[in-house]
Nanobody
């Protein structure tokens, strides 16, 4: 099982980014998929999750700005991040149970 995150970058505050997480080696549609992030010196925190039935949950810090989605045909999960803030700067990771993808860096300048 492998997860590969991509789409990070450097943006100015107020702009948007879309992260992708491509999955392989699993029956993707059956599993809850999650995004986490870890800022320098901070603990890794949950950002959003999407369940097999496509229901979603978000951390309070990103509600109304971030949207998680999934494409079961492409075996890919997405995180649309709008109205980005400097405090969103972190390495973003995708997760499925005990499997972690390599993170993608998101940097938001003020």
């Amino acid at each position: 099982v492998q997860l590969q995150a991509s789409g990070g970058g450097l943006v100015q505050a107020g702009n948007s980014l879309r992260l992708s997480c491509a999955a392989s080696g699993l029956n993707f549609r059956l599993y809850t998929m999650k995004w986490y992030r870890q800022a320098p010196g901070e603990q890794r925190e949950s950002v959003a999750m999407i369940h097999a039935n496509h229901s979603t949950d978000y951390a309070d810090a990103v509600k109304g700005r971030f949207t998680i989605s999934r494409d079961n045909v492409r075996r890919t999960m997405y995180l649309q991040m709008n109205s980005l803030k400097p405090e969103d700067t972190a390495v973003y990771y995708c997760n499925m149970r005990m499997v972690w993808g390599r993170g993608t860096q998101v940097t938001v300048s003020s």
